[in-house]
């Protein structure tokens, strides 16, 4: 199984901060199958990048994913008060076994 | 647009089944798949199994197997998935999700997500 861990578990920052997420791998994903989720308390994930780089319609620019092998980052430019919420990574490079990382919250400093 | 609506909230007793359904709308249903994925009160997620709306091929973690059924009907755009001898570790929102056709991959819609109980 592909483990994948997060890091931090919180990121206190402010309004208008960037934000860099990690998540490692435990095994190589050698077709870099990643993807990143924001989930809001209360509400359904909403995917933000897949194949760890490239962002689905609708997310702003400011959102940026990058990473190669076994070491991947999400980076918020500049933070909106709309972007404090939790951060999942997912690999699909074992589509047998999907897993999840265990989020990084960002929250308001 | 793609929406995908789940059924209510199951409060159900250890040993017993539950099925959840996950109706979709705003896309041709048989050129996706659903994934099913679950949340445990305060955890991360959960990948639960992946099903082909084409071909109903299934993909299960070996965990869950024997247990875990999915299925689809696509005369409803419907996607169902069954869940026996529950457990209290069971207790979770359980999402439907959109995925890719011939393989569970990631998922660019979620279902607005059901609560299941597992409680004597």
């Known amino acids: 199984e592909i483990v994948l861990t997060q890091s931090p578990d919180t990121l206190s920052l402010s309004p208008g901060e960037g934000a860099t997420l990690s998540c490692r791998a435990n095994q190589r994903l050698s077709n870099n199958y990643l993807a990143w989720y924001q989930q809001i308390p209360g509400q359904a994930p909403r995917l933000l990048i897949y194949?760890?780089?490239s962002r689905t319609t609708d997310i702003p620019d400011r959102f940026s994913g990058s990473g190669s092998g076994t070491d991947f980052t999400l980076t918020i430019s500049r933070l909106e008060p709309e972007d404090f919420a939790v951060y999942y990574c997912?690999?699909?490079?074992?589509?047998?076994?999907?897993?999840f990382g265990g989020g990084t919250k960002v929250e308001i400093k | 647009q793609v929406q995908l609506v789940q059924s209510g909230t199951e409060v159900k007793k250890p040993g017993a089944s539950v099925k959840v359904s996950c109706k979709a709308s705003?896309?041709?249903?048989?050129?996706?798949?659903i994934s099913w994925v679950r949340q445990a009160p305060g955890q991360g997620f959960e990948w639960i199994g992946w099903?082909?709306?084409?071909?109903?091929?299934?993909n299960y973690p070996q965990k869950l197997q024997g247990r875990v059924t999915m299925s689809t009907d696509t005369s409803t755009n419907t996607a169902y998935l069954e869940l026996r001898n529950l457990r209290s570790d069971d207790t979770a929102v359980y999402y439907c999700a959109r995925d890719e056709v011939l393989l569970g991959i990631y998922f660019d819609y979620w279902g607005q997500g059901t609560l299941i109980t597992v409680s004597s």
């Open positions: 099903i082909s709306a084409l071909n109903t091929n299934t």
């Open positions: 997912q690999q699909y490079e074992s589509s047998s076994r999907l897993t």
């Open positions: 705003g896309y041709t249903f048989s050129s996706y798949g």
């Open positions: 194949g760890a780089s």
